[in-house]
Nanobody, 128 residues
Framework: QVQLVESGGGLVQAGGSLRLSCAAS????????MGWFRQAPGKEREFVSA????????YYADSVKGRFTISRDNAKNTVSLQMNSLKPEDTAVYFC?????????????????????WGQGTQVTVSS
């Protein structure tokens, strides 16, 4: 089992930037795909971004492509999400997630079902 703790959320004006971080502990980190999802009030949790186990591949929702950048540091057991040009519609609780299995994402990187461990989430609020 892996424990995930997100940080870096907050209140920012539209057009601003935030950097979210997720610290993992409890098991080997480097062999697992990592993802970021978000959930706005009254909406389902949705995919934001994901990164493969050795960072060779990254994935983004169309709504954040070109504005958000995911990265990971396997030596520090962390994954980060740099969010630029933030919009009010980016307001949500952002969750870090770790894949269920090493070197394998049976349902694809964008599906929640591929991830078996979730953090508690960090609130991001973008004011207009």
């Amino acid at each position: 089992q892996v424990q995930l703790v997100e940080s870096g959320g907050g209140l920012v004006q539209a057009g601003g930037s935030l950097r979210l971080s997720c610290a993992a502990s409890g098991r080997t980190f480097s062999g697992y795909a990592m993802g970021w999802f978000r959930q706005a009030p009254g909406k389902e949790r949705e995919f934001v971004s994901a990164i493969s186990w050795i960072a060779s591949s990254t994935y983004y929702a169309d709504s954040v492509k070109g504005r958000f950048t995911i990265s990971r540091d396997n030596a520090k057991n962390t994954v980060s999400l740099q969010m630029n040009s933030l919009k009010p519609e980016d307001t949500a609780v952002y969750f870090c997630a770790a894949a269920r299995d090493p070197y394998y994402v049976p349902y694809g990187f964008v599906r929640k079902a591929s991830y078996g461990n979730w953090g508690q989430g960090t609130q991001v609020t973008v004011s207009s």
